[in-house]
């Protein structure tokens, strides 16, 4: 439980005025004091973060936010904070401990109207106070009810949670057969973590497996071998983007292939849209503002992916003086507007609704975006190659580079 990804967890945010009964009501539903608590105003002062393996649904994340209506001297930071999770959060549960909405839950219910995410009501004073049908009802001092609560709350869960956390959406494995070969070409240099395979590396293959598929794993000076002693030819060919000209020049006309920010573009994005903000490249100029936004916050490398070998390809690839920001981790711009292409990473360490949400503010502005490998293999001529496996995004990345 707790070695599972966070990009992988349902993420179910705490929402509600100051002194609500949020912190408490995780303390309760965990089992445990992960929350200070207290009658001060303005207790939770960053979001907390818990992990919990809520069977039958599996792992999510608590995030435990600041109380809404805060008027103490750092309530703008801390409501900006509780903001951002909108972005983030797979469900909502809105703790209520009046008979009437206050302004403040009334912007949540209608925020999560606007964003269609699913919202769950708990009311934290329900011996005061009559609670709708449809709400759960809770005394979180009351340790013996907790049974009782989490069994309604996984109820509701079951209910109202995103059909991708009943059912994992595959990674490559509706690509191949059963029985199928995937050859997945994984680049050891000094960017590779050390003794371990990055995350979409192993969820990739985990996700053949699962599938019934052979993978065959090499590093990309050993392809071409690895190619002439198989007795029969792949059904998809996966490599680090970083390698993709030459796992395209060694790979045989009619054997698919691709690589791993493009499986993870359909699995945590919209596809068609990533594709198609990849043919805006050819349509950048002097001076064009291009923003880089990686999800984590590593520290950058000599050779960095996102700081310097993209920016060195893009410029090569254009001819053009462009500027070109960067953001790191939740630091997501607000202005928008001033860039002429957003290359967002696979975002393997974000869940699908926040890349989603990322993608839905671009378009709101008509900002092209798209993310690392797909950019990548546009970027190297090979991005008609890379999208075979998957025809709908190939038919939009042509029709757009059209237009």
């Given amino acids: 439980m707790n070695t599972t990804p966070k990009s992988m967890r349902l993420q179910v945010a705490l929402m509600g005025r100051v002194n609500a009964g949020k912190s408490s009501f995780l ?32 792992p999510i994340t608590w995030l435990d936010t600041p109380g809404l209506g805060d008027t103490t001297i750092l309530a703008e930071k801390r409501l900006a904070k509780t903001r951002q999770i909108f972005d983030r959060a797979d469900v909502i549960v809105l703790l209520l401990n009046g008979d009437t909405l206050q302004p403040e839950e009334q912007q ?27 709400a759960i009802s809770v005394n979180s001092l009351d340790l013996s009810s907790r049974d009782r609560v989490l069994n309604e709350l996984k109820s509701k869960l079951l209910e109202i949670c995103p059909e991708e956390f009943i059912k994992t959406p595959p990674i490559l494995g509706d690509l191949v057969p059963k029985d199928g070969i995937v ?88 596809m068609t849209v990533l594709t198609a903000g990849a043919a805006a490249i050819s349509r950048l100029s002097d001076g ?54 957003v290359i967002q990473c696979g975002g393997c360490m974000f ?14 502005l008509n900002v092209p975006i798209t993310n690392y490998g797909i950019c990548i293999s546009e970027l190297k001529g090979v991005l008609e190659r890379i999208l075979e496996p998957f025809p709908e995004a190939l038919k939009v990345y042509k029709n757009t580079k059209k237009g």
């Fill in 27 to 58: 303390n309760l539903v965990c089992g445990q004091s992960v929350a200070v608590t207290s009658g001060e105003p303005g207790t939770t002062t960053d979001v907390v973060e818990k992990n919990q393996e809520l069977l039958p649904i599996g």
């Fill in 108 to 134: 949540v219910i209608d925020e999560v109207e606007k964003r269609k995410i699913p919202l769950i009501k708990i009311y934290t004073k329900a011996d005061e106070y009559p609670i709708e049908t449809d």
């Fill in 183 to 270: 050859v997945m070409i994984v680049p050891i240099d000094y960017e590779a973590p050390k003794g371990r395979l990055i995350m979409p590396q192993v969820q990739s293959i985990r996700d053949a497996l699962d599938a019934d598929q052979t993978v065959v794993i090499v590093k990309e000076n050993a392809y071409a071998s690895a190619l002439q002693n198989l007795k029969k030819q792949p059904d998809l060919v996966v490599c680090d983007s970083q390698v993709v000209d030459k796992m395209v020049q060694e790979t045989p006309q009619g054997v698919k292939c691709t690589t791993l920010s493009t499986l993870f573009a359909r699995l945590k994005g919209d």
């Fill in 288 to 341: 064009d503002k291009v923003l880089i936004a990686e999800a984590c916050t590593h520290h950058a490398i000599e050779d960095d992916i996102g700081k310097v070998k993209i920016p060195r390809w893009l410029k090569a690839k254009t001819g053009k003086n462009l500027q070109i920001d960067f953001a790191a981790g939740r630091d997501f711009p607000t202005d928008l507007a001033q860039y002429k292409l």
């Fill in 351 to 364: 869940g699908r609704r926040e890349i989603l949400a990322r993608i839905s503010k671009c378009q709101a």
